[in-house]
């Protein structure tokens, strides 16, 4: 059983940079953020194993980080665009796996959401 607490999220304009945090009750070797837009599927944003890996669409824009204790994990979002705006979900899972992309219904555990809103 693992408890994800997410903070950050909020308003910001276009251009700008916000960072969400993601405070873990246990360390989890596997993270992820996903995001979902009203009408839309919930989407992957990033995960962190050693590696990170990014969706096309936020690639060279976000950076996802753990601290030194690795019970926190980070959501860097720079260059943020309307087109972000989402409520943004803290994911852990239990097993890590290299096959590819975790769909959303494989991941564990996940935070309560926090809203991001990219607006002038």
């Known amino acids: 059983q693992v408890q994800l607490v997410e903070s950050g999220g909020g308003l910001v304009q276009p251009g700008g940079s916000l960072t969400l945090s993601c405070a873990a009750s246990r360390y989890m070797f596997m993270m992820g953020w996903f995001r979902q837009a009203p009408g839309k599927e919930r989407e992957f944003v990033a995960s962190?194993?050693?590696?990170?890996d990014y969706a096309d669409s936020v690639k060279g824009r976000f950076s996802m980080s753990r601290d030194s204790a690795k019970k926190t994990v980070y959501l860097q979002m720079n260059s943020l665009k309307p087109e972000d705006t989402a409520v943004y979900y803290c994911t852990a899972r239990r097993v890590f796996e290299s096959r590819g992309r975790v769909p959303a219904s494989e991941w564990d555990f996940w935070g309560q959401g926090t809203q991001v809103t990219v607006s002038s």
């Open positions: 962190i194993t050693d590696t990170t």
